[in-house]
C-alpha cells in the first residue's frame, strides 16, 4: 500500500520559513512522480511543483522562484522550501504521487493517485 506522510506546517510568522516534507513508502520501485500542491478554502488545487519520475523538475510559473523542490532518494522524501513568507501563503499544502506525469500534465490534480493528509500553513502578518 502506497503512503505519503506529511509533516512540517502549522503557525508561521511573516517573514519567516516553510520547510514542508513528503515521505512514500510502499511503491515497488525507486522511479515514481511527487507534487506540490496548494488549497485555500473555495478554490481548486493549485499545483506548485513537481519533481517527474525522470528527476525533472517542474515550477507553476505563479510560484517560479519562491518555492523550492528537493529529494532525498536514500530517504524516499521529497521537500518543499519556501522563505519569506506572507499571509497569502497560507494554505492547506498537498504533496501527491503517480507513477510517472508528463511535463504538461503535472499540474493536473487528477492526474495523482495517492495523497498525502495536507497540513494547514498558516502565516501570521
Known amino acids: 500500500e502506497v503512503q505519503l506522510v506529511e509533516s512540517g506546517g502549522g503557525l508561521v510568522q511573516a517573514g519567516g520559513s516553510l520547510r514542508l516534507s513528503c515521505a512514500a513508502s510502499?511503491?515497488?520501485?525507486?522511479?515514481?512522480?511527487i507534487a506540490w500542491f496548494r488549497q485555500t478554502p473555495g478554490k481548486d488545487r493549485e499545483g506548485i511543483s513537481c519533481?517527474?519520475?525522470?528527476?525533472?523538475?517542474h515550477y507553476a510559473d505563479s510560484v517560479e522562484g519562491r518555492f523550492t523542490i528537493s529529494s532525498d532518494k536514500a530517504k524516499n522524501t521529497v521537500y518543499l522550501q519556501r522563505d519569506s513568507l506572507n499571509p497569502a501563503s497560507s494554505a492547506v499544502y498537498y504533496c501527491?504521487?503517480?507513477?510517472?506525469?508528463?511535463?504538461?500534465?503535472?499540474?493536473?490534480?487528477?492526474?495523482?493517485?495517492?495523497w498525502g493528509q495536507g497540513p494547514q500553513v498558516t502565516v501570521s502578518s
Open positions: 519533481i517527474t519520475e525522470n528527476g525533472k523538475i
Open positions: 501527491a504521487a503517480t507513477g510517472c506525469i508528463d511535463d504538461f500534465g503535472w499540474r493536473v490534480s487528477s492526474f495523482y493517485d495517492y
Open positions: 510502499g511503491f515497488t520501485g525507486d522511479e515514481y512522480a
